[in-house]
């Protein structure tokens, strides 16, 4: 479900991602471009971990790149999320739709690596840790 009003919501949180996943373990998304779309790019859920996305391009986005997202701290340890790299990526011109919306964003989240990403043209944030 996409938000009412694209302004009202920090990091453009209820905007879903076009990948999705929960519970992935040792996935990766390499060399691969996602390009004019609506909402973000990638989103991994609760319970993904070691998973590596890189060299990839995600461009003319209508809310971020990446949403790595977790459950808080009090949840089981099954719903976790952490030790995900993102590495290597260009991404530019987000936001185009949901302007609060992030490059890279990390929420409950622990153990990641994000590095080398080149990020441009946001409204917004280019990476938020959270």
């Given amino acids: 479900m996409l938000p009412d009003d694209a302004g009202d919501y920090q990091a453009a949180n209820m905007v879903p991602g076009v990948i999705y996943a ?7 998304i390499e060399n691969c471009t996602l390009k004019n779309l609506g909402t973000y790019g990638v989103e991994f859920d609760s319970g993904c971990w070691d998973n590596h996305f890189s060299e990839n391009e995600l461009a003319y986005l209508g809310a971020g790149g990446y949403k790595i997202i977790g459950s808080n701290a009090n949840s089981r340890p099954v719903q976790r999320t ?8 260009y991404i530019h011109h987000m936001g185009e739709v949901f302007h609060s919306a ?5 929420g409950n989240t622990e ?3 994000v590095t080398h990403n080149e990020i441009h043209h946001l409204y917004y944030t280019g990476i938020s840790v959270g």
């Fill in 102 to 106: 992030v490059g890279v964003w990390l």
């Fill in 82 to 89: 952490g030790r995900n790299v993102i590495t290597d990526n």
């Fill in 22 to 28: 929960r519970g992935a373990h040792h996935c990766s």
């Fill in 111 to 113: 153990s990641n690596t």
